[in-house]
């Protein structure tokens, strides 16, 4: 089994951030009304309520008035099923970020709960995976900060930024469980033990990826169960790359290795199709590669060979010495930048793909409006990716008469590849699902 970091769920499924509804009555969010320019609903906001909210009621509870506004045209997804808890976060971030902006707010306050429910989850399935992936089109929303429609280079560095500063706001809001000294503060080896427990929460959920993934590439039988020797033919196809070349696969170099038969399994679990990784993960290789550069070796510094090394000798090979750790120096930072950008790249070209996907008045725009009315068609689209993905094993473009046949002997056999709805079990609900995709083909 392939041990995996959590670094990701992010990379896999886009960022683990969810918009939400109760289990007992979905939450709702109205759209601000108007001509859908960011100017237009800015000037607006202070004083016209968003609709469905009673007059009277709000100029009781003015605070609601803030609660629709950073919901207005905010993506809504299933992934947050408490309602409650959703609330209490927005509060939270209001009285201890207040500085923060709308959709930023909105944004921060729904991570937090989404990893809270991730972190209680007793079993994560690739259901639960993809729910949490409709989560995609609201980061990319809170990233176009001005609320112009476009996505600019500065907006998608800040972004970067404000994600890479999770783990502080993380740490904030569970004080009270991590602070296990009962000193008042969350210090850095309690932040370490939050950080494993959710590695230690997140490893089956990897493994599951894996495990579905590698189940639809490496079957070659179409029995539905990985044999040992298909399993072991399957690894010898994987592309591993020592990178730092000290002669052994590291874990992120096997998650990297496992990234070509995962790209397509992804693209089903996020509602925005994703831009090819390929090209971006050969130029990071190329650049850690032109960072393995081995440090002086010392014995050629012995002048005269007499095996000793004299002051001079000495001197000699610090100063190299030195120069080589400000090489390294400079390449890391010039690797950390190089990420940075690279990310900034791949969030530009997401956005533009979710501008191709919900632009309906073809300007080129993302406004309020087009952000949340998109989301069933990509739901549909989305699903038949996944479907697609699972049982179009030909990939001729639909299921076939044998490829029908084959997934109900996995699912007479109880096997994993007929778990249609990716719940986890194998019961009716699958062959439901299984005839729904296929008469919808």
């Known amino acids: 089994m392939v041990e995996f970091r959590p670094i990701a769920l992010v990379s896999l499924v886009g960022l683990c951030l969810c918009a939400g509804c109760s289990k007992e009555e979905p939450a709702t969010v109205t759209p601000a009304s108007g001509s859908g320019s960011s100017a237009d609903a800015e000037a607006s906001r202070p004083e016209r309520p968003s609709a469905g909210i009673d007059p009277a009621l709000l100029e009781q509870l003015p605070s609601l008035a803030r609660v629709e506004q950073a919901l207005s045209g905010a993506p809504v997804n299933i992934a947050i099923t408490e309602a409650k808890r959703l609330e209490e976060a927005r509060d939270w971030i209001a009285e201890n970020y207040p500085d923060m902006s709308e959709r930023d707010a909105e944004l921060m306050a729904q991570m937090l709960v989404m990893i809270d429910d991730l972190m209680e989850a007793d079993d994560l399935s690739l259901a639960k995976v993809k ?85 639809v590439s490496w079957d070659s039988n179409g029995d539905g169960f990985l044999s040992d020797a298909e399993r072991a033919a399957g690894e010898e196809t994987l592309d591993l790359v020592d990178w730092d070349g000290d002669g052994e696969f590291s874990e992120m170099e096997r998650l990297a290795g496992y990234q070509s038969i995962l790209q397509e399994l992804s693209q089903g679990l996020v509602l925005v199709e994703q831009p090819d990784m390929s090209q971006f993960q050969a130029e990071m290789q190329q650049r850690i590669a032109a960072m393995n550069v081995p440090p002086p070796e010392q014995s050629a510094f012995d002048a005269d ?33 190089a990420g940075q950008d690279m990310m900034v790249r791949i969030t530009r070209m997401q956005f533009e793909m979710a501008v191709a996907a919900l632009d309906t008045d073809g300007d080129g725009l993302l406004m309020n409006e087009e952000w949340e009315g998109g989301y069933d068609n990509l739901r549909g689209q989305r699903d038949r990716r996944m479907f697609n993905y699972l049982y179009d094993a030909d990939r001729s473009g639909s299921v076939t008469d044998a490829e029908v ?37």
């Open 131 to 215: 729910s949490i992936g409709e989560s995609q089109l609201l980061q990319l929303w809170a990233m176009d900060a001005d609320g112009d429609g476009a996505l600019s280079d500065e907006e998608a560095a800040s972004a970067m930024q404000r994600m890479m500063e999770m783990g502080e706001v993380m740490a904030e809001w569970n004080a009270d469980d991590l602070d296990t000294n009962g000193d008042g503060e969350v210090s850095m080896e309690e932040r370490m033990a939050m950080e494993q427990e959710m590695q230690a929460n997140m490893q089956p959920l990897y493994d599951t990826m894996v495990e579905r993934a590698t189940l």
């Open 305 to 337: 060979g007499d095996g000793s090394y004299s002051d001079a000798e000495m001197a000699a090979y610090e100063a190299e010495m030195e120069v080589f750790r400000a090489q390294q120096r400079a390449m890391s930072q010039e690797m950390q930048q």
């Open 405 to 441: 046949a084959r997934f109900m002997d996995a699912y007479d056999n109880q096997s994993p590849y007929a778990d249609a709805d990716l719940n986890g079990t194998v019961d009716q609900a699958d062959l439901q699902f299984f005839v729904t995709q296929v008469s919808g083909q």
